[in-house]
């Protein structure tokens, strides 16, 4: 069943066509990934998703809900979360103070307790460091911090912008391996990468954005070996 569809979805910056018309559908339970070059139109299509920029023509479905008008702070409590795009951790504030804020749309506080006792399970490194401020934490943390903030407010669909974008290849490794056990406790994602050959290697299905549009679609493992695929995203 699909938790989320995008129907003859088009999106403007002024004049400028950045969507034209793109389709897709995510079922629950499933990492979809998009995966494309540099200003394929990747982020614009995450950002009109989750409401931050405004949709010129067609709809975008959740749960069977139009959502294409709703604002963002509205989808979070309808289970939507979104890691965005440089991880945008609230460098000030405590990595706790930045946890908590991922929790602001649930009331019960003892369930939001057991939340970030099971986010600390997940990110022992987070737990070490709750009272340091989150701006002392390397690149690799801060997004273990932007993740697990997403996940304070228990979604059922996640989407994540570039999770792995200037970290070292271990942290990569590692970046990628919790967002399969976070899809693996029952939360869908939708995944925004660069690293092509790494969310194809995680997701189950997978669309390939050219210009705005969807050139590619199929079985993320099929289009691994892909001829076309290979050569323009995922050569060494």
């Given at each position: 069943?699909?938790?989320?569809e995008?129907?003859?979805?088009?999106?403007?910056?002024?004049?400028?066509?950045?969507?034209k018309?793109?389709?897709?559908?995510?079922?629950?339970g499933e990492?979809?990934?998009?995966i494309?070059a540099?200003?394929?139109?990747?982020?614009?299509?995450?950002?009109?998703?989750t409401?931050?920029i405004p949709?010129?023509?067609?709809?975008?479905?959740?749960?069977?809900?139009d959502?294409?008008?709703?604002?963002?702070h509205?989808?979070v409590?309808?289970g939507?979360?979104?890691v965005?795009?440089?991880?945008r951790?609230?460098?000030?504030?405590?990595?706790?103070q930045?946890?908590?804020?991922?929790?602001?749309t649930?009331?019960?506080?003892?369930e939001?307790?057991?939340?970030?006792?099971?986010?600390?399970?997940?990110?022992?490194r987070?737990?070490?460091?709750?009272?340091?401020?989150a701006?002392?934490?390397?690149?690799?943390?801060?997004?273990?911090?932007?993740?697990?903030?997403a996940?304070?407010?228990?979604p059922?669909?996640?989407v994540?912008?570039?999770?792995?974008?200037g970290?070292?290849?271990?942290?990569?490794?590692e970046?990628?391996?919790?967002?399969?056990?976070?899809?693996?406790?029952?939360t869908?994602?939708?995944?925004?990468?660069?690293?092509a050959?790494?969310?194809?290697?995680?997701?189950?299905?997978?669309?390939v954005?050219?210009?705005?549009?969807?050139?590619?679609?199929?079985?993320a493992k099929?289009?691994?070996?892909d001829?076309?695929?290979?050569k323009?995203?995922?050569?060494?």
């Amino acid at each position: 069943m699909a938790i989320l569809e995008v129907k003859d979805l088009e999106v403007y910056y002024g004049v400028i066509q950045a969507i034209k018309g793109i389709s897709f559908e995510v079922n629950q339970g499933e990492i979809i990934a998009l995966i494309g070059a540099n200003g394929a139109g990747k982020t614009t299509t995450l950002q009109t998703i989750t409401g931050l920029i405004p949709a010129k023509a067609g709809k975008i479905l959740y749960e069977g809900n139009d959502i294409t008008r709703i604002a963002s702070h509205k989808l979070v409590s309808m289970g939507m979360a979104h890691v965005p795009e440089g991880r945008r951790v609230f460098a000030q504030l405590t990595v706790l103070q930045n946890l908590k804020l991922g929790a602001y749309t649930r009331k019960d506080k003892g369930e939001v307790e057991e939340t970030l006792k099971s986010i600390y399970t997940r990110f022992p490194r987070l737990e070490e460091r709750k009272n340091q401020a989150a701006g002392t934490l390397s690149g690799g943390e801060q997004q273990m911090l932007a993740m697990g903030r997403a996940l304070m407010s228990h979604p059922k669909l996640i989407v994540m912008d570039e999770p792995s974008m200037g970290l070292s290849p271990i942290y990569v490794n590692e970046i990628f391996d919790i967002i399969k056990e976070i899809n693996d406790s029952g939360t869908t994602v939708l995944l925004v990468e660069q690293n092509a050959k790494k969310a194809l290697s995680i997701a189950h299905k997978a669309y390939v954005l050219e210009t705005g549009k969807i050139v590619l679609s199929g079985d993320a493992k099929e289009l691994m070996n892909d001829d076309s695929v290979k050569k323009a995203y995922l050569s060494e």
